[in-house]
């Protein structure tokens, strides 16, 4: 019996502790330990990956919606983010890295990396929610903090070397990403680092193209498509959600926003970098 046949036996009220209980299989030690295993004989790794995804943790988050059982991908999109953290620190002159934020750090994807990479640092886990937080904090000795919905109230109370913030202005609008570029100002040192992933013409295309809706209503796709084409930023709510949706923004509409800002200077940029994907910018504050 598919999974979908037994969903249609399951009475609706249950699904949801249906969905839980896959997750938690799914998530269980033996299971990611042995196809992170796996992929260490990946010969497109080069031996530095192979030394570094061998050091992280394979315990998975219960409820990590980045966690689909296919473990191969879910440890590449993480060494995929250490490539280009590494080229932009490089890219930076960032020759000392003391202090991280992941924001989001979700259930800590790229953040089991980060601890690997940057032994020496002190690594803040940020999340809206805290369940996540909390298991970066027992699982990989991160330092907790929170986020909030209005990223002008996050104040973390002190500044970071290097911030890496993996698809979240992918899923804000043009006010909330100005927001996002506005808190990065307000937590790097001077000379401090901050890496994130955008939705550039990769993405844009997929979705005109009907590759990939990313969850976006059909009634929404073309204007999405055409605003992105004219302005170079389109924004689509999710159903049913509002200010949270899909972003699209090509590289110039990012440079603009930030210039704006005056206070980040570019120094990295690699189109559809994380995860052959999303497009990366490295920024600096002056």
Not at 195 to 207: E, I, K, L, N, Y
């Amino acid at each position: 019996m598919s999974i979908n046949q037994f969903k249609r036996v399951v009475p609706v009220p249950l699904r949801p502790y249906l969905g839980a209980m896959r997750r938690w299989v799914r998530s269980m030690p033996p299971r990611p330990q042995l196809q992170k295993q796996r992929l260490l004989s990946d010969p497109s790794l080069s031996e530095t990956e192979k030394e570094l995804l061998g050091k992280v943790s394979g315990k998975i988050y219960f409820n990590d919606t980045m966690y689909d059982g296919d473990g191969a991908h879910y440890y590449k999109v993480g060494l995929s983010a250490i490539r280009c953290i590494d080229e932009a620190v490089a890219q930076a002159n960032l020759t000392v890295v003391r202090t991280i934020l992941d924001l989001p750090c979700g259930s800590g994807r790229v953040l089991r990396f980060l601890v690997q990479r940057f032994p020496e640092a002190e690594i803040t886990a940020c999340e809206i929610q805290s369940g996540p937080v909390q298991f970066c904090v027992r699982t990989f000795g991160a330092r907790p903090a929170y986020s909030s919905i209005n990223l002008d109230e996050v104040e973390l109370a002190k500044k970071f070397d290097l911030i890496w913030c993996g698809s979240l202005a992918t899923h804000l609008n043009e006010r909330d990403i100005v927001a996002l570029f506005r808190l990065f100002a307000r937590h790097l040192t001077t000379g401090g680092l901050a890496v994130f992933t955008t939705h550039g013409d990769f993405a844009a295309q997929r979705v005109l193209r009907r590759e990939f809706d990313y969850s976006i209503p059909e009634d929404q796709i073309d204007r999405l498509g055409h605003e992105y084409k004219q302005a170079g930023y389109g924004f689509a709510d999710y159903a049913g959600q509002r200010d949270w949706g899909v972003s699209l923004t090509s590289p110039e509409w990012i440079r603009a926003r930030v210039d704006e800002l005056g206070e980040l200077r570019e120094v990295y940029f690699k189109e559809h970098g994380w995860d052959n994907h999303q497009d990366v910018f490295g920024f600096v504050l002056e």
